[in-house]
């Protein structure tokens, strides 16, 4: 007798198109075009716009096959479904030399050019990491790569609600033409986060310079402003205050050696934007600006500061010592510092107490990381008030440094520490503490 009744389906044909859909998109580009072949209702989800909303590519400098068909496979498909990105984000891979540089220009002015025309939905892009100031870019080059930039921001300007361009390191008029181009159709710009951290050549006064003041008053609905502290001044804070004090929340500050920081600040100035910005918060990021005199000048008590970062990385210098930081300047943070990094060459000064008391004076820290010379015992000593609820941290990363190559000793008591308090650390606490011998 013959059996007339349908062939039996996989559970995978009743699955609803949007799970379909969800379980796509973590799959590679190879992987969504080997689906796509299997029927009818696999190849249509493909082609849904959800799944092509977000794209990375990636130029690599010293291709390999792999990595060369990655790439191929990336740009045709932003090309192929461009109109529906949403977050698009180009990376460039250890860029060596002027050829390759150039081929990415003209990738790019192509890529730019079709997205420019197709896509109507575009909200953030990111290309990081430029290093505009390196001589593999040349005159030509990096002049027309900088005009197509410019004119695709302009096309998107209406749209863009973030712009990650950290790293281009460019020159003032170039950073600012970029930067007008957000509010080139209006004469003023709402987007919301701009990542301009190190974009700009090192060593420029930026905060002296009154095309990028009138530059920044064009943007009106900031509420990530990502930047270095060489753009900082008192135009700059009044400028944030009149247009963006609505919207702005976050103020990601970086200070770096390399970059002026000696310009003179008012604490009104800060007081003024903290009053009319009820919601902001300023992190702080220093790279080896370690000097209390340095610091004094910017750490101002009227800026309401959430996080500070600071890292000597592994540089010692005696004219410097971290004792008054930790107990003049961060002290003034007590009601609002929730983070706090310091990496740090101490091995002049040992500051056990100090740290141990600004932990416990800053009733809202959550997050610690230290990198320096201390002693083991300090770990006990923070855990104990930690368990006795003096503070309220949730993360601790600490590398305890040491003088000698063999840590073992250290490495028993922080095992013995550990146990002590296993039934906090496991509970309560994301944990991480090592020894690092620093010889």
Known sequence: MEDDSEPEQSSWAYLPDVCLSHVFHWLDDRDRSRAALVCKKWSCTMNSGSLWRCRTITFYGQPSRARTLEFQSALWYTKKFGKYLK????????????????????????????LGK?????ESLSIKYLELDCL??????RA???????????????????????????????????????????NRSFISEINIEDFFSLHLSVYSSALF???????????????????????LLDILREHSSHSLCTLNIKCHIHDPHGQVVSGMSWANLAKRAPKLNVNFFFERVMKHDHLARILLVEIPVRSISLRSCYFSDPDWTMRPTLTNLLPAYWHGLQKLTLELNNDHELLDNELLQLILLCKRLLFLKVWAFLSVSFMERLLQNRAERKCILT????????AQDDSTEEERLLADIYRKFKYLIDSELNYFVITYPMV
């Not at 540089?101 to 002015?109: E, G, T």
């Not at 197709?118 to 575009?122: D, F």
């Not at 593999?136 to 080059?141: D, F, L, T």
């Not at 695709?152 to 930067?179: H, P, V, W």
């Open 118 to 122: 197709c896509n109507s939905h575009l």
């Open 87 to 114: 977050h698009l984000e180009i990376k460039l891979s250890n860029p060596y030399n002027t050829p390759f540089i150039k081929k990415f220009q003209v990738i790019m002015r192509g890529l730019l050019s079709h």
């Open 136 to 141: 593999i870019w040349k005159n030509v080059v």
């Open 395 to 402: 993360t601790i990363k600490v590398r305890i440094y040491t």
């Open 144 to 186: 027309q790569f900088i005009k197509n930039l410019a004119a695709f921001l302009k096309r998107m300007s209406n749209q863009l609600d973030y712009l990650n361009l950290k790293g281009a390191r460019i020159t003032l008029e170039e950073g600012c033409e970029l930067l007008n181009s957000l509010s080139s159709l209006t």
């Open 213 to 235: 003041h009138q530059t920044m008053s064009k943007f009106h609905r900031l509420t990530i402003l990502t930047f270095n502290y060489n753009c900082i001044s008192d135009e």
